[in-house]
């Protein structure tokens, strides 16, 4: 897929999504397009159709799921155009062309069928640290990655499966197509990415080799397609390792990192802090922001005088 004028279809996306009462994101790049939208059902249902019938959109990899209950997932609706839909941040002569370089797609029916033969694979998570917390495939390989642009600085983490048979994962499978795409370029022989990513393995074969739940950027935070009664926990809530899927942000704002942590371990918030319960990440985070937070009260006390 190649988008001639980015802008002129940023601007024609965000008409259609706000014609139809659509919150979420979109990115729309030379490259392609992401996006993720809440709507009702009809609303949805008439932009795939709109979608669809553009050849550039024909063959879109479509992933439906339930939104939140009060139809809240996202606060707002957001159609930004840019360079890229996800960076690796190679720069711009070194960039990965997804559309040049990727990995060989490969149908979640056909992982399946992998496991069923027992064939040797490795797959390998594209996905950031903390996402994999509430969720991974069996066997997973992580490259141990903060962020998707470290993964170039990350690849030695992997050398040992050079000339193995490589299946690169992720949410939905953006992500995929140029992390796949870096691995073939850096020497990688035999290179797969999950079509449609986990989101598409998961709803087909709910409960089956995925452990646990996907993690999602919106007000979810996580899903699963399993019953309820068969889904297992495999998150832990950081403070006291209780089985867990319940994400914060660490109350220090000068921290601020995303971790597990069960409503029983949440403290009450002190002053001006966000309402709710929060967590620190760790006791010097605790500690730093309660004297910085300290510090300054005694400098507005002193200022008022």
């Known amino acids: ?171 939905g499978g953006v992500r995929c197509e140029k992390a796949s795409g870096l691995l073939v370029r850096e020497g990688f022989k035999d290179v797969y990415q999950l079509d449609g990513g986990i989101v598409s393995y998961m709803a087909k074969y709910p409960g089956q080799d995925f452990k646990g739940s996907l993690y999602v950027f919106d007000k979810r935070k996580v899903m699963h397609f399993e019953d309820k009664d068969k889904h297992e926990i495999i998150g832990r809530c950081e403070k006291c390792d209780t089985p867990s899927e319940h994400y914060v942000n660490c109350a220090n704002l ?9 409503a029983d371990c949440l403290e009450e918030p002190e002053g001006n802090h966000p309402s709710g319960g929060v967590a620190y990440c760790n006791w010097k985070c605790d500690l730093k922001w309660k004297l910085y937070t300290a510090k300054k009260n005694l400098l507005k006390k002193f200022a008022y005088k």
């Open 1 to 171: 897929m190649y988008i001639a004028d980015p802008k002129m279809e940023r601007d024609l996306q965000f008409e259609l999504a706000q014609r139809l009462g659509f919150k979420g994101r979109a990115i729309v790049a030379h490259e392609g397009i992401n996006c993720t939208f809440e709507g009702t059902k009809e609303a949805c249902e008439e932009y795939m159709a709109i979608m669809k019938a553009d050849p550039r959109y024909a063959d879109i990899h479509w992933k439906i799921s339930d939104g939140s209950a009060d139809g809240t997932s996202f606060p707002r609706l957001s159609v930004k155009a840019r360079p890229e839909i996800v960076s690796l941040h190679l720069g711009e002569e070194d960039d990965i062309d997804p559309n040049q370089t990727t990995g060989v797609h490969l149908k979640p029916e056909d992982l399946h069928k992998w496991y069923e033969e027992g064939r040797e694979f490795h797959i390998v998570d594209m996905r950031n640290d903390y996402e994999l917390k509430v969720g991974k495939f069996e066997g997973t390989v992580f490259p141990d990655l903060n962020n998707f642009r470290d993964l170039k600085e990350n690849l030695n983490k992997i050398e040992d499966l050079k000339d193995k048979t490589v299946l690169t994962v992720c949410t």
């Open 254 to 262: 000068l921290c601020h990192r995303h971790f597990i942590c069960c």
